[in-house]
């Protein structure tokens, strides 16, 4: 089952340039986890954020989650062309399943 | 570590044959493995939840006499499409989580890639 909505469906920015992509679900959560995936391949896990967390960092990434609002946002910095994928959250609940976005697919133009 | 490997990594078959699909834990016990397909372009569908020993969970709207899910041991579950068709045809990624440490990881495998002709 789909949790909600991804936006943007679809996102081309220029090498260098940050990428936003937001995610917002529906029912109370555990955490939330931003992924990646290459076309026609398996997922990357980027990075988990827990409930009761704000923000997190991982390198170029940096997370938000807003329990309030439930939504969430994946930012890219300083974008490269290998960054070039699709991008999914999936929120985790009690009993341990993940539950998807739609996902925005991130295209960085050279 | 946490490595997830699937078996095979594509597939083409005739409509109408089963195929089997098999999903690895090599360095770790998965007491809980997930079963998900993805069609082009769309996002990954949760179809099973199996634990070790047990019967699996199935979502509403799997078949789950079309889609055999076996998890006989810690480390190997299998997904078998029976009788499959071209409707059939689908990225199946699995999933397994550890039961310790972290409550909250999930490791994937590759995929896998079945075309049913």
């Known amino acids: 089952s789909q949790q909600g909505e991804e936006d943007p469906q679809a996102l081309s920015i220029q090498e260098g340039e940050n990428a936003t992509m937001n995610c917002s679900y529906k029912t109370s959560i555990n955490n939330l986890q931003w992924y990646r995936q290459n076309s026609g391949r398996g997922l990357v896990h980027l990075i988990l954020i827990r409930s009761n967390e704000r923000e997190k960092h991982s390198g170029r990434l940096r997370v938000t989650l807003d329990t309030s609002k439930k939504s969430s946002s994946l930012l890219i910095t300083a974008s490269r062309a290998a960054d070039t994928a699709s991008y999914f959250c999936?929120?985790?609940?009690?009993?341990?399943?993940?539950?998807w976005g739609a996902g925005t697919k991130l295209i960085i133009k050279p | 570590g946490a490595v997830v490997s699937q078996h095979p990594s594509w597939v083409i078959c005739k409509s109408g044959t089963s195929v089997k699909i098999e999903c690895r834990s090599l360095d770790f016990q998965a007491t809980t493995m997930f079963w998900y397909r993805q069609f082009p372009k769309q996002s990954l569908m949760l179809m099973a939840t199996?634990?070790?020993?047990?019967?699996?969970?199935?979502e509403q709207g799997v078949e789950k006499d079309k889609f055999l899910i076996n998890h006989a041991s810690l480390t190997l579950s299998t997904l078998t499409v029976t009788s499959a068709h071209p409707e059939d045809s689908s990225f199946y990624i699995c999933?397994?989580?550890?039961?310790?440490?972290?409550?909250?990881?999930?490791?994937f495998g590759p995929g896998t890639r079945l075309t049913v002709t």
């Open positions: 999933s397994a989580r550890t039961g310790t440490g972290s409550l909250d990881e999930q490791y």
């Open positions: 999936a929120t985790g609940g009690s009993n341990y399943q993940l539950i």
């Open positions: 199996s634990n070790e020993g047990s019967k699996a969970t199935y």
